[in-house]
């Protein structure tokens, strides 16, 4: 597999690196992983459950926005509860969250470079 490279940054993403991580992007602070509308009905339509049961167990309302649920592993530690702790990988994968999908390249991380590489193995700079 080739390295996947985005224009605006400086580093890229070698898929193979998700063999040897532990889910460090699906692990650790609390966090938000926001979904709208269509992705909570690509969930919905995934899991095959109704709307109802995914609102109530998977994902909550925070503020006017909606985010997959964590669940705390350890103090300071949460894991998105659909990140499956035995295998170390996502349970909804081809269902997950734009969020996910464009993981690592968030604007956010054109400046915090070293906070990526720190958290993900697959980072390679450029």
Not at 15 to 35: A, F, H, M, Q, R
Not at 75 to 103: H, V
Not at 105 to 123: D, L, M, S, T
Request: hydrophobic share 30%; glycine share 6%; aromatic share 12%.
């Amino acid at each position: 597999m080739s390295l996947i490279k985005k224009d605006g940054y400086d580093f890229a993403f070698n898929p193979k690196g998700c063999e040897t991580c532990n889910g460090n992007c699906c692990i650790g602070e609390s966090g938000n992983i926001w979904v709208n509308k269509e992705e909570i009905e690509r969930l919905k339509n995934h899991l095959n459950i109704s709307l109802e049961e995914l609102s109530k167990s998977y994902i909550e309302k925070r503020g006017y926005k909606y985010s997959i649920r964590e669940v705390k592993l350890a103090e300071d530690n949460y894991a998105c509860i659909f990140f499956d702790l035995e295998k170390k990988q996502c349970g909804i994968y081809e269902a997950r969250p734009t969020q996910c999908r464009t993981f690592p390249f968030w604007e956010y991380f054109k400046k915090n470079k070293e906070e990526v590489i720190k958290e993900c193995p697959a980072i390679e700079t450029l």
